[in-house]
Nanobody, 127 residues
Framework: EVQLVESGGGLVQAGGSLRLSCAAS????????IAWFRQVPGKEREGVSC????????HYSNSVKGRFTMSSDNAKNTVYLQMNSLKPEDTAVYYC????????????????????WGQGTQVTVSS
């Protein structure tokens, strides 16, 4: 079974940048659709970016498009989320997850199939 470990979260001022990493073990990430989600206490988990297992295309939610960049390193079995121009409303616990495929529709990122989650990493953006 795939296991996912996120890292790279922390405290940053508004306008700053962070890069999150998600290292996988137990399976090859290239076989899955992969996504980054975030969650604020009391709110639903929101998908922010994904890589499709079908064609490797990358998609973003409307809230992060133009500021966040998702990438993968197959040799390291790791995906990244480069977050630039951070805003206080980006504050959340960020999770990576895999499923049978990942997609975006009308600005909403989602995963399909049996989903495996990492433990999450906290990102806090101060104003």
């Amino acid at each position: 079974e795939v296991q996912l470990v996120e890292s790279g979260g922390g405290l940053v001022q508004a306008g700053g940048s962070l890069r999150l990493s998600c290292a996988a073990s137990g399976a090859t990430l290239d076989d899955y659709g992969i996504a980054w989600f975030r969650q604020v206490p009391g709110k639903e988990r929101e998908g922010v970016s994904c890589i499709s297992s079908d064609d490797g295309s990358t998609h973003y939610s409307n809230s992060v498009k133009g500021r966040f960049t998702m990438s993968s390193d197959n040799a390291k079995n790791t995906v990244y989320l480069q977050m630039n121009s951070l805003k206080p409303e980006d504050t959340a616990v960020y999770y990576c997850a895999v499923g049978s495929d990942a997609a975006e529709a009308m600005g909403v990122v989602y995963l399909l199939g049996d989903i495996h989650w990492g433990q999450g990493t906290q990102v806090t953006v101060s104003s």
